[in-house]
């Protein structure tokens, strides 16, 4: 089916449903809206007529929603609210949920080197941006935590292949407080990784110099 064969009428009731949207909705749930119909033509049609424009259609992983063109979040900057501030804790425990996910507690406090407070997770998933995933299959069967779509709008990413990214929207200047200590918390993580590398094979040179001694 072309894009001129979809009925201009689907089309406006597809904008119509996003528009009322108070989340991201996938095409079979805006379809559920209109009689089961087939939406993704409708879709491929009003994200090209949205294309340059003020607002913009965008797809997330399997969701749609309208939202404001990024190179004009600034203007809307004044009325957004107060951005949500994390503890030291908590941006460590996104950071190395998002770059790990599923994890549990006690996986998250192996990477942090110390104990994580259950306050900490709460905070992550109040704001709505982590969510339990399930449970581990191992003795205890802990629970396990995965980021949500809401993180993935919120940082303005499409899936979690474009964490790395993170660098470019701080150079757009659409990084708030909470973003900035994300991104250098990453960095840290990084950095810490590569010397624990480094260490491991500072020791394997040691033991094998032994040996040879020996």
């Excluded at 009925?7 to 749930?29: I, N, T």
């Excluded at 087939?38 to 997330?60: I, N, P, Q, W």
């Amino acid at each position: 089916m072309t894009q001129d064969a979809v009925p201009d009428d689907l089309v406006r009731a597809v904008e119509a449903v996003l528009f009322a949207a108070e989340a991201p909705m996938s095409a079979a749930e805006i379809g559920e809206h209109l009689n089961g119909a087939d939406v993704r033509d409708a879709l491929a049609r009003l994200a090209a007529h949205y294309d340059g424009r003020g607002v913009e259609l965008v797809k997330r992983g399997p969701r749609w929603h309208l939202q404001t063109a990024p190179d004009l979040a600034h203007l809307l900057r004044r009325e957004r609210e107060e951005p949500k501030r994390l503890s030291r804790a908590a941006t460590e425990c996104l950071a190395i949920i998002a770059y790990h996910e599923p994890v549990s507690r006690a996986e998250i406090e192996s990477i942090r080197g110390v104990q994580t407070a259950k306050g900490t997770l709460d905070v992550l998933m109040e704001a709505g941006w982590v969510r339990a995933a399930g449970r581990r299959e191992v003795p205890g069967r802990p629970v396990i935590y995965a980021t949500t779509p809401e993180f993935l709008t919120h940082f303005g990413l499409a899936n979690r292949r474009d964490l790395p990214g993170l660098a470019e929207l701080r150079a757009a200047g659409l990084l708030e407080p909470v973003e900035d200590a994300l991104e250098r918390e990453i960095a840290s993580i990084h950095e810490n990784a590569k010397e624990m590398r480094l260490e491991e094979g500072d020791t394997e040179a040691s033991l094998d110099m032994g040996d040879e001694t020996a």
